[in-house]
């Protein structure tokens, strides 16, 4: 008689294999672009966003045919207490920093002339702009923070402990992000970004906030790109860097951000780290 295959038979989700699978994540997302321009598809935005839900819906699954607790509490898609939702209006304030950082990264190494011109379409095809926000605004957060956040840096944290298993979640995920968006040029931007999304989820215990603020900054991005904004620096592309003035209120914004997310740290005991074996 063949036994079951109950949970207890399944092989442990460890950090060494998701950890092999974030080092295969860029790789695996431009291998799904290709393949999706090869068979037909067109329009970079689409193509992109449909090869981060096969790239990491795939990686997903695979880590998720290993777990050997509840969904949701493996992913910590759980209640965030009040004061961690009220950080994420605060800490949306930190894309103003990060777009400096990524100012610098280009002052001080400039990017090839081809690549600065690639980045300029003024002729877009229809629905652009829809089909830009449904990839900034769902298709991403999702993606990024169910693998990275959810995955990833509970493992590592679990592993290497908390500032250590944070940074690796979050270089991981900047390294990811930013050879997709903007190649070497992005990855120390991307990087910041992600250390803010893996503070918020660490100190909220919950996946939501996390996904909430991924989302928000796909909105203040898109707005930006529109030029709603009309800072310096940010979406007035005509200035090299933000005024000091932008970069201190929104460095005050993200300090009160991350004050919040400190007692919601200590608002109630963190649950146990997911077990590997």
């Not at 998701?18 to 290709?34: E, G, I, K, S, Y």
């Not at 081809?114 to 449904?134: N, S």
């Amino acid at each position: 008689m063949i036994p079951d295959r109950d949970a207890g038979a399944r092989p442990p989700l460890t950090l060494e294999f998701a950890f092999v699978l974030a080092l295969l994540a860029p790789l695996v997302h431009m291998v799904c672009v290709t393949v999706l321009l090869l068979i037909g598809f067109r329009g970079t935005v689409p193509v992109v966003g449909m090869a981060a839900v096969l790239a990491y819906g795939g990686m997903f699954t695979l880590c998720a045919s290993r777990f050997r607790e509840p969904p949701l509490e493996r992913l910590a898609l759980v209640r965030a207490p009040a004061t961690a939702w009220l950080a994420v209006a605060f800490l949306a304030a930190s894309v103003l920093l990060t777009s400096e950082i990524d100012n610098l990264v280009k002052a001080a190494f400039p990017p090839p002339l081809e690549l600065t011109a690639a980045g300029e379409a003024p002729e877009t095809p229809p629905f652009w702009g829809v089909m830009l926000a449904v990839v900034q605004i769902a298709v991403f957060p999702l993606a990024y923070e169910l693998f990275f956040r959810g995955i990833l840096q509970p493992l590592a944290v679990a592993r290497l402990g908390l500032g250590l298993g944070i940074v690796l979640g979050a270089l991981m995920s900047g390294v990811a992000s930013g050879l997709i968006f903007g190649g070497v040029w992005g990855v120390a931007p991307a990087f910041a970004n992600s250390l803010v999304l893996a503070v918020l989820r660490q100190a909220s215990r919950s996946l939501w906030p996390s996904i909430a603020l991924h989302a928000l900054t796909g909105v203040i991005t898109l707005g930006a790109l529109y030029q709603v904004f009309g800072i310096a620096g940010f979406d007035d592309t005509t200035a090299a860097h933000t005024p000091l003035a932008w970069l201190l209120g929104a460095g005050a914004l993200t300090g009160i951000g991350l004050a919040l997310l400190r007692v919601a740290s200590r608002g109630e005991s963190a649950p146990a780290a997911p077990p590997e074996v």
